[in-house]
């Protein structure tokens, strides 16, 4: 039951991908990444839990804290119209 859990997260985040390299203005790519970042948290968190590989559950919150940042960053880079 996991293994297709895990199968599926595989196929949206691809969809999510693809938001990111179709989306028509620079706000539909910043949500494509931050969906494909969401799913490749949850793909690590299941990949983690389905071999009982706990040091992965590590990285998953470290690239869950560079999600943030970046999302956040990126978000004011862009309303500031390129003032940091």
Partial sequence: MLTILFYILSVLTLFSFGRIVL??????????????????????????HIKHLSYLLDI?????????????????????KGDI
Wanted: no cysteine.
């Fill in 60 to 80: 998953a919150i470290v690239y869950t804290l560079l999600g943030f940042t970046s999302i956040t960053f990126i978000s004011r880079f862009v309303g500031r």
């Fill in 23 to 48: 989306g028509p203005t620079l706000w539909d790519r910043l949500l494509g990444f931050n969906l494909f970042s969401s799913k490749i948290i949850l793909l690590i968190i299941l990949y983690a």
